[in-house]
């Protein structure tokens, strides 16, 4: 995946959301001299029978996508950027996911639309499904609140990362944007269980003991992992707290008041996330910032 994002998209419903969604991501665009695409996608219910969009048997569909693309040009008029617009129709999730697997496409922008905690347990988001499957990095901007800032900037960065290998990917995208923003970064890894004996031994010395080395070692192998990636000029800081992923991650970005949290999306089978969800899932539904997601797959790119 690309650290410096030549080709950025932009998917956008027509919802209320989008004028917000669209500043940002041509402004991202512009800071990072990147191409700008803004996608569309014409939800559209098939019939089970003859396969086709219910609406092509009516002939509705040239009509939807000329008015599609009318509405898109309104949008853009006084945008800045160099831009072009994609129209799809099917399921928004599966379309996009298969357009960016055809697409140069090196980051998506998308808008949270802030729905009830019951919506979401019934039924999931737009946003979330495609965090599950996108093999991109996906900027999700929070449903805009009346102070809503309109300068494009992250002051203070939170990355959530592990000791896993794939650890340094979210590093590296978290300082790509901690550089372009003359951000301030904080890391913080959870340990969620309080023994680790890949990390240290629990049999050499008092639980109280063992517990301090273990903080001490994770701390020094997660310093070493981030003076890989740290430029010269961004202040960085580590936290290594216990506890359980989600609670501590979402207390921490309330606490520093984070801008943006870069989160890794692991794949899952769908019966572990009935069961389990996930952090990311977790800070989806309830961060008030930003949130970058970056997949952590064998074929993420």
């Excluded at 048997?57 to 040009?73: H, K, N, V």
């Excluded at 273990?214 to 003076?227: D, P, S």
Aim: some cysteine; glycine content about 4%.
């Amino acid at each position: 995946m690309a650290l410096h994002p030549n080709h950025i998209a932009c998917a956008i419903d027509f919802s209320k959301y989008t004028p917000p969604v669209l500043h940002w991501a041509s402004g991202m665009a512009r800071r990072f001299n990147a191409n700008l695409s803004v996608l569309h996608v014409i939800h559209s219910q098939r019939d089970q029978y003859a396969g086709t969009a219910l609406f092509e048997r009516g002939g509705g569909l040239d009509q939807l996508m000329r008015e599609a693309a009318q509405t898109i040009e309104s949008l853009m008029a006084a945008c800045d950027t160099p831009w072009t617009s994609t129209i799809l129709t099917g399921d928004p999730v599966e379309e996009i996911c298969a357009y960016a697997q055809q697409q140069p496409m090196d980051l998506m922008v998308v808008a949270s639309h802030g729905i009830s905690s019951l919506k979401r347990l019934l039924m999931g988001t737009v946003v979330e499904r495609m965090a599950r499957k996108f093999n991109r990095p996906m900027l999700v901007l929070p449903a805009p609140q009346p102070s809503h800032r309109k300068v494009l900037c992250f002051e203070k960065i939170v990355i959530a990362c592990d000791l896993s290998p794939e650890s340094r990917m979210l590093i590296d995208q978290g300082m790509a944007f901690a550089r372009e923003f003359k951000s301030r970064v904080l890391v913080l890894h959870t340990i969620e269980s309080p023994i680790q004996d890949q990390i240290v031994e629990p049999a050499t010395a008092p639980y109280g003991q063992v517990q301090d080395q273990l903080k001490n070692e994770i701390q020094r192998r997660l310093e070493k992992i981030i003076a890989l990636s740290r430029p010269e000029d961004i202040a960085v800081s580590l936290e290594v707290r216990p506890g359980v992923a989600e609670e501590q991650l979402g207390g921490f970005i309330h606490e520093r008041r984070a801008d943006l949290v870069v989160v890794g999306v692991r794949p899952h089978t769908r019966f572990e996330k009935i069961l389990i969800g996930s952090t990311t899932e977790m800070v989806l539904r309830r961060a008030s910032c930003a949130v970058l997601t970056v997949p952590l797959s064998p074929d993420s790119v």
